[in-house]
């Protein structure tokens, strides 16, 4: 149909990505693919989400198992031949929140392979779907807590959290957005680094003081980007964020 969009979001049983689900799925002609790595919560999710009154197809991928990415991009290719919209919002915090002297290998390879490697590997699988988008967007959840600028700043609001596996996920994060921003130049498709804010779910028991549903919007708007909207910036509903 024209004007239809094909939205895949990762991570959207809960939290901000559900939010983000429910807010693109609002928009006239977006069809919402729910992704989440457990068919159950896909499936609630969708529910619960047709209870909004929003239509979303369950997709069942684990973004750090190749064969679930691999059959995710299978089935959009078969169900839709293309994507319009990969929002990668899949994250784990991780167990570690030891001072960065204590960490392991294993803490930060923990942290890594949801956050930085399932970025890249769901990216490349969905990519040629992308490239056959009038225009392909690809929103990437990074966060304040990725920014250089602000982690090495005592002046910053942000200076007494020190999570090294999971802020420096993030600012491996920022660097893949501007990487994949600058292969794909000259494209149709754009490639955005989303900040939410400090938002209360699961991720950070529920410490932080804005709602899945105001974190969800800067995401949402990177997703439906017009022809003129930025590629390899990194923003929040209040403008730019420092690298
Ligand atoms: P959340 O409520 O914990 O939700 C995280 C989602 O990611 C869940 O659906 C979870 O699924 C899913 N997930 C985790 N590992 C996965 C995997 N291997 N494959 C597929 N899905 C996986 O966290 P959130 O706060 O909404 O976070 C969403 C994104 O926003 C993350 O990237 C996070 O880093 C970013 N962010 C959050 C904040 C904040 O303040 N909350 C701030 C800045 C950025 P399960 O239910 O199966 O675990």
């Not at 590997?121 to 600028?149: C, E, F, Y």
Request: glycine fraction near 14%; include cysteine; proline fraction near 5%.
């Amino acid at each position: 149909m024209p004007g239809e969009k094909i939205a895949l979001i990762t991570g959207a049983n809960k939290g901000i990505g559900f939010e983000i689900a429910r807010q693109l799925g609002g928009h006239p002609g977006v069809i919402v693919l729910l992704g989440a790595r457990d068919e159950v919560r896909g499936k609630r999710a969708a529910d619960a989400l047709a209870g909004h009154g929003v239509a979303a197809v369950p997709l069942r991928i684990d973004v750090t198992d190749a064969a679930s990415v691999a059959a995710a991009a299978a089935e959009i290719e078969r169900g839709h031949g293309r994507l319009d919209v990969l929002v990668n919002n899949a994250g784990i915090a991780g167990g570690f929140a030891g001072p960065p002297s204590e960490a392991t290998a294993a803490d930060m390879r923990e942290v890594y392979e949801t956050n930085v490697f399932g970025v890249v590997s769901v990216t490349n699988a969905m990519l040629p779907l992308l490239r056959r988008s009038a225009a392909g967007r690809i929103v990437n959840l990074s966060s304040h807590l990725g920014s250089l600028t602000l982690n090495s700043d005592p002046g910053s609001p942000f200076a007494g959290i020190n999570l090294i596996a999971y802020q420096s996920s993030k600012t491996a994060l920022n660097a893949i957005t501007a990487g994949y921003a600058k292969e794909l130049r000259g494209t149709r498709i754009k490639v955005n680094a989303a900040c939410p804010g400090m938002v209360a779910t699961d991720l950070n028991r529920h410490q932080g003081k804005g709602t899945p549903a105001a974190g969800a919007v800067i995401a949402v708007r990177l997703a439906l980007l017009d022809e003129g909207g930025p590629s390899g910036a990194f923003l929040s509903e209040d403008g730019i964020v420092p690298w």
